[in-house]
């Protein structure tokens, strides 16, 4: 039995989840080969040559040059027949899961996304991956190969080891016509964007920014400078409480950069980040889902019996959330 491990460039590197697919595949003591998509392929291979991959092929011509359904499908398609392995692994990104189920129905494979582990023993391969909003943990098997594995990112460690030379082989792609033609990428500011998945640290917003404070009135634009302003200094990821983004659509002057995007917990995302800051959050619910994978976990509470200060947090600060991380900004600048 033999594995592909199957990646995408990102500006002419490996993307962390790349690499944290590589190291799992490393772990699984089976003989396996890398196939790599994307500009600057051949240089992404050198940077991890001495990985253990039996073979290195890549796809570099300029029709993956930019994400594009039609021409990444046609070259993880080329990559996989070439590499004819029984197990493929691919890191769960966007360019790869809005293009790998076209290529499992072209080759029919068998398919799973969001995988959080895999484990290869006498032959037999198991996965692991979550169910029930991260609450449940399951481990299973297919008979059918090829089996293609969709790797959720944050979850494993990323393979570190010394460049080289891969001396990778192209693979020779027909793209057929292209109806689509990439004419640039549109995208936000780095200070505009809220969503880090690679940020050390997600800070979560609750709903008691947007509530009269001590003196009795709101202040939605000071808790806006307050957060924003911490958000550019510590370079950290955007979390919301439900009712927080709720109260947009409620007609309720909230935080205009907050969306549904940005919320954590049962009905949200729930990130891996290696530490965590709560402030203005109640309930425990959306942070017993949401925060389960935060390995270092603080919150900023005036009520130090919170359900979510008891037993969920590593740390409280008992305290006024506008005072502190004003405080915390000056001490930032």
Known sequence: MNALVLLHTEQGTLPKVALETLNLACGLGMPFSVGIVGQGAATAADMIASCGATTFEIVDAPDVAQPRYASDTAAAAALIQSAGANVILAPQTSRFARCLPGVASRLGLAVDTHIAAVTAQDGA????????????????SRDARPWMLLVDS?????????????????????????????????????????????????????????????????????????????????????????????????????LSFMSHMNQVGQTGSTPRHPKGLSTCCHGEEPHAVGWRFITERRAINLDANCGWAQGKADVVYVGDAFEIMEKVNALLT
């Open 125 to 140: 391969v198991k996965a692991q991956r979550w169910f029930y909003r991260q609450r449940i943990l399951s481990s299973f």
């Open 154 to 254: 944050g979850v494993n460690a990323p393979w570190q080891g010394a460049s080289g030379t891969a001396n990778a082989q192209s693979v020779p792609v027909n793209f057929g016509e292209q109806r689509t033609t990439v004419t640039g990428v549109q995208a936000l500011a780095a200070d505009a964007q809220t969503i880090r998945p690679e940020a050390t640290l997600l800070f979560v917003a609750g709903a008691g920014w947007t509530k009269k404070q001590k003196d009795g009135q709101f202040h939605i634009g000071r808790a806006s400078g307050i957060i924003q302003g911490f958000l550019g200094k510590a370079k950290a990821s955007l979390g919301s409480s439900k009712s927080l983004v709720d109260l947009k659509s409620e007609g309720q002057e909230t």
